[in-house]
């Protein structure tokens, strides 16, 4: 396991670029004798790999249908990992990531059905789903046909942290952008002529409510791009904001809070405010009493775990496939400081991780 842990994180992969890495799972799963296969999503969104998806039959009828899934692509520098062991803990060499985001979850999926398989364990369906782009804006997520996946629930190993952690609560994004467009004037000569864009949006930041609004609640202003030279009145700002809630109506109110703002700040100095806003993902929310959390909860008991159920204030796949009608929830692996040169996972966590997803099966296949 920790073998095919070093080889594919050896080999070079990043969002929209996943090719040399799926097609390595795809001989490991070939090899394993299971049923995989990818889907057309490659073209659309500009990559050169779709999403797999891989089947295991079950040998008891009639249990619910559980899905693990993982993403195949990394942040950088993310190319030329060249993985080392010290103390029973992988490290890169210092000058890449790791990328045990997220392959450390790739190898305890394939762990853990290698193990079923081997020891012929009674279980239901399982299916393995390998996601592309998901450092990129979840985009193999997003453009996934739910039709593929027969999944009653879906557990996705994308949590930092020693395994034992189940994330049951994630929170919904917006993110704004906002053009500021004043007048502008000659600075030494006439600025009284001007509107400074800068300015309007000086004032109505100042007025908002920003950072943690509440145990819900974030939003934060990331950008602000405007002016030209010292001596222009600026005409023109430009800024990006997001906001996050795991409640869709605070989130909702916090947005209306600042496109309020934002407009009664134009209005006052005669400026304008255009102002568009996306939403980045939806909510993720699993009741502590559902069938998927209480599965999750029995299973790491089961390997001698204290569980640990938590909510997050981060976005993954997992929003989106919530928001596709799939039960999600989202498992920690036992990586740690990743998007970072000082990554690592320790080999005891990448083994409990694996056990863990048998026991999740074991705990479904007996419900």
């Excluded at 997220?102 to 999926?109: E, I, K, N, P, R």
């Excluded at 569980?307 to 920690?332: Q, Y």
Aim: aromatic share 4%; net charge negative; hydrophobic share 45%.
């Amino acid at each position: 396991m920790v073998q095919e842990f070093i080889s594919l994180v050896s080999i070079d992969s990043q969002p929209l670029k996943e090719r040399q890495v799926a097609d390595a799972l795809l001989i490991i799963m070939q090899d394993m004798g299971l049923e995989a296969f990818e889907d057309g999503i490659a073209k659309q969104i500009g990559g050169d790999t779709g999403n797999i998806i891989a089947k295991v039959k079950g040998t008891l009828p009639k249990k619910p249908v559980v899905a693990f899934a993982a993403h195949l692509d990394r942040v950088s520098p993310g190319l030329g990992i060249k993985p080392q062991i010290r103390d029973e803990i992988i490290y890169s060499d210092g000058t890449t990531i790791l990328a045990a985001d997220d392959l450390a979850g790739v190898v305890q999926m394939l762990e853990a059905v290698r193990v079923l398989k081997e020891q012929n364990i009674p279980h239901g369906d399982v299916e393995l789903l390998f996601t592309v782009s998901e450092e990129s804006g979840m985009l193999g997520a997003k453009n996934l046909d739910r039709s593929l996946l027969k999944a009653d629930v879906c557990y996705f190993l994308d949590g930092l942290g020693d395994v034992g952690a189940i994330i049951n609560q994630a929170p919904s994004q917006d993110k704004l952008k906002i053009k500021i467009t004043g007048r502008p004037a000659h600075a030494g000569l006439s600025p009284e002529k001007g509107i400074s864009a800068i300015q309007v949006a000086a004032e109505a930041i100042n007025n908002m409510n920003l950072g943690r609004i509440d145990g819900e609640t974030t939003c934060n202003i990331g950008t602000i791009k405007g002016g030209l030279a010292t001596n222009i009145v600026p005409e023109l700002v430009e800024i990006m904001a997001e906001v996050r809630s795991r409640n869709e109506a605070k989130l909702q109110t916090q947005v209306k809070h600042m496109i309020d703002g934002f407009e009664a700040a134009a209005v006052k100095w005669g400026a304008t405010a255009d102002i568009a806003v996306h939403k980045s993902y939806p909510a993720l929310n699993v009741a502590a009493d559902d069938p998927a959390v209480l599965w999750a909860l029995q299973a790491v008991r089961s390997i001698g775990i204290t569980p640990r159920l938590e909510a997050t204030g981060g976005g993954s796949d997992g929003n989106i496939l919530a928001g596709k009608g799939l039960t999600s929830l989202v498992l920690s692996v036992g990586m740690e400081k990743v998007h970072s040169k000082d990554e690592y996972i320790k080999i005891e966590q990448l083994v409990k991780g694996a056990e863990l997803l048998l026991a999740i099966i074991q705990q479904v296949a007996t419900s």
